[in-house]
């Protein structure tokens, strides 16, 4: 009998041992899932910020291209509108004086039309009104006059 109970209690140590050996290797199995979902959300967040650094980065360098762009195609109009004006060339002594006379007309015009403006219009108003109207007078004073030094080749 001392051998059955013997055999028994090995039986029963050894399905304890077992058993205490099975749950040890499942908590350590949930501990692992558990580490490598916390891995796995560190580098899907991870993934996340370079995209949105990326995005970023794309955003700004079409901004930048849109820019380069706009100011690529103002400088082509103004040369454009340079070698226009420089291929009309001069005419009867009337129609010279006339061309010479509207570049300050029309400065002085948009001049007036600011100072009127300013004064005249409200507060809410006044703003940007005057800040356009002052943008307008501004540019054609410098565009108008910019180029009425000696004579130049515009290519």
Do not use: C, K
């Not at 959300?41 to 079409?62: D, L």
């Not at 930048?64 to 060339?89: D, F, M, V």
């Not at 029309?106 to 409200?122: M, N």
């Amino acid at each position: 009998m001392a051998d059955i109970a013997g055999l028994a209690a090995s039986a029963a140590g050894g399905g304890l041992f077992g058993l205490a050996g099975s749950v040890i290797g499942r908590v350590a199995g949930l501990v692992e899932r558990r580490q490598a979902q916390v891995q796995e959300r560190a580098r899907w967040e991870h993934e996340s910020r370079m995209a949105e650094f990326q995005m970023q980065a794309a955003r700004q360098a079409s901004e930048l291209a849109l820019q380069t762009a706009n100011a690529a195609g103002g400088w082509q109009g103004l040369h454009a509108s340079l070698a226009a004006e420089a291929a009309i060339g001069d005419s009867y002594l009337w129609v010279n004086a006339v061309r010479r006379l509207t570049r300050p007309f029309l400065t002085l015009l948009l001049w007036l039309i600011t100072a009127w403006v300013f004064l005249g219009s409200g507060a809410a108003a006044r703003g940007e009104i005057v800040e356009t109207a002052t943008f307008a007078a501004t540019a054609a004073t410098r565009w108008w006059f910019g180029d009425r030094g000696p004579g130049r080749d515009l290519r």
